[in-house]
């Protein structure tokens, strides 16, 4: 099974919000409400910001939230920092044969 | 705090093994499931394999399957992946992952297939 579809760029102004998709399919964002976000900074592990497609983990700003329509699952950052800057990837639990999938990621820039 | 130390990565020739271990602390190893996902220089994520809390159940990538093993051995508190016939397609940094596992009973914690700890990483060199 092929990644989840992401795009490969998205950038903003501080203070601005962004949103970022990820589509997959019927047989995995479309299915299971399993869709997480990680956010990676160069030359460090991937950090978890969004779990459930919609929850924070603790310690996660409530500036980035998460969200699902049919096949496709967003992840939105508002009142964009600096700090923001990374990649970010999508994840989707994709049923009892592929288990996983992840999206081919997407880098922020923060203008 | 939970911490993840990946061990075992370097330099290997096509065809060849490897074995990566991941040594977990922080949080209880046997109530959890956990995984590999590996990242290759300059790309993105690829889920490559977990197993559930006792190791009665492993779950692999379409990519690994026949070619990996992952184990654990909660006595040692220790993930491994067992890398058979490698190809410069595997070199990567192999991370290992804590499963979420946010529904729990007193000995086990359910899958949740989101990762909230991961480990910093070992990197493997697939090259002759």
């Known amino acids: 099974q092929s990644a989840l579809t992401q795009p490969a760029s998205v950038s903003g102004s501080p203070g601005q919000s962004i949103t970022i998709s990820c589509t997959g399919t019927?047989?995995?964002?479309?299915?299971?409400?399993?869709v997480s976000w990680y956010q990676q900074h160069p030359g460090k592990a991937p950090k978890l910001m969004i779990f459930e497609v919609g929850k924070r983990p603790s310690g996660v700003s409530n500036r980035f939230s998460g969200s699902k329509s049919g096949n496709t699952a967003s992840l939105t950052i508002s009142g964009l920092q600096a700090e923001d800057e990374a990649d970010y990837y999508c994840?989707?639990?994709?049923?009892?044969?592929?288990?996983?999938?992840f999206g081919g990621g997407t880098k922020l820039t923060v203008l | 705090q939970v911490q993840l130390v990946e061990s075992g990565g370097g330099v290997v020739q096509p065809g060849r093994s490897l074995r990566l271990s991941c040594a977990a602390s922080?949080?209880?190893?046997?109530?959890?499931?956990i995984h590999w996902v590996r990242q290759a220089p300059g790309k993105g994520l690829e889920w490559v394999a977990g197993?559930?809390?006792?190791?009665?159940?492993?779950y692999y990538a379409d990519s690994v399957k026949g070619r990996f093993t992952i184990s654990r051995d909660n006595s040692k508190n220790t993930l491994y992946l067992q890398m058979n016939s490698l190809s410069a397609e595997d070199t990567a940094v192999f991370y290992c992952?804590?499963?979420?596992?946010?529904?729990?009973?007193?000995?086990?914690?359910?899958?949740?297939?989101?990762?909230?700890?991961w480990g910093q990483g070992t990197l493997v060199t697939v090259s002759s």
């Open positions: 197993v559930s809390y006792d190791g009665s159940d492993k």
């Open positions: 922080g949080f209880i190893f046997s109530n959890y499931g």
């Open positions: 994840c989707s639990f994709a049923g009892s044969s592929t288990f996983v999938l």
């Open positions: 019927s047989s995995d964002v479309g299915t299971y409400n399993l």
């Open positions: 992952a804590k499963d979420s596992g946010r529904y729990c009973t007193s000995t086990s914690c359910s899958r949740s297939w989101d990762f909230d700890y």
